[in-house]
């Protein structure tokens, strides 16, 4: 919603009250990415062992969150420019569904999403040091789960919140691109007199995650998006 308002429409569209309100829609970004390529698949020993371990772990494996306590934590240490010293994660194995995603035969993909990670650190900057020691904090807490399995990784990408707006246009590096807040849902998302998906300019529509129902790979913004664009043609029609 912030790079559609203020930078693809100019001052005159918005007017100065609704460049205020846009300017401020929340986006801070608190997730980083860390991808691994595996040489074998990690054992899980609460997953078991045999062919039902891989069945358990082809979904989303969380670590570090056992109550909310845990996610208070981690966020807290966020807030004031610092990576918690217990992220939460939330792991998946896309190799386990397409074998194909792998680089060597055997080997396997592991996507972290870790949590919270700030846009800025209070000391220093997201430098390849920097990175790497975020890369190396997530590998060791996967130990505690998964042991053995820093020593099944060939390569790593470690990607920030600013990496994710840098490289994915993602403002303030939030992948839902407007933090879900009780006051930017449903009708009131990404602001109250806007929320229909339809834009200032006639013939504009929000169809990504900052539109309701939000993020996560669902296509439901854009679904949604269209039946309004259809309603809209058989208006003007």
Do not use: C
């Not at 999403?113 to 997201?126: D, F, K």
């Not at 990607?159 to 849902?185: F, I, K, N, S, V």
């Amino acid at each position: 919603p912030k790079q559609t308002l203020l930078g693809l429409l100019g001052p005159l569209d918005l007017g100065p009250h609704l460049r205020w309100r846009a300017g401020n829609v929340r986006q801070p970004g608190v997730v980083a990415r860390v991808n691994l390529a595996l040489s074998a698949l990690p054992r899980f020993p609460a997953a078991g062992d045999g062919g039902d371990a891989a069945k358990r772990i082809r979904g989303r494996i969380l670590v570090g969150a056992t109550g909310i306590d845990d996610l208070e934590r981690a966020f807290d240490a966020s807030k004031y420019g610092r990576v918690s010293d217990r992220l939460v994660l939330e792991a998946t194995i896309p190799t386990l569904v397409d074998p194909s995603l792998a680089a060597r035969e055997g080997g396997h993909v592991m996507s972290v999403i870790a949590q919270y990670v700030p846009y800025a650190l209070r000391e220093g900057a997201w430098d390849d040091a920097a990175r790497a020691a975020l890369g190396d904090r997530v590998v060791a807490a996967l130990e505690e789960v998964a042991p053995g399995i820093g020593a099944l990784v060939t390569a790593r990408e470690v990607l920030t919140p600013r990496d994710l707006e840098a490289e994915y246009g993602l403002t303030g590096g939030h992948p839902y691109h407007q933090e879900p807040g009780l006051d930017a849902w449903f009708a009131w998302r990404p602001l109250v007199g806007w929320a229909r998906y339809r834009m200032p300019v006639e013939g504009l529509y929000l169809v990504g995650p900052g539109a309701h129902p939000g993020g996560g790979v669902t296509g439901a913004p854009a679904h949604n998006a269209v039946r309004e664009i259809l309603a809209d043609r058989k208006k003007r029609r």
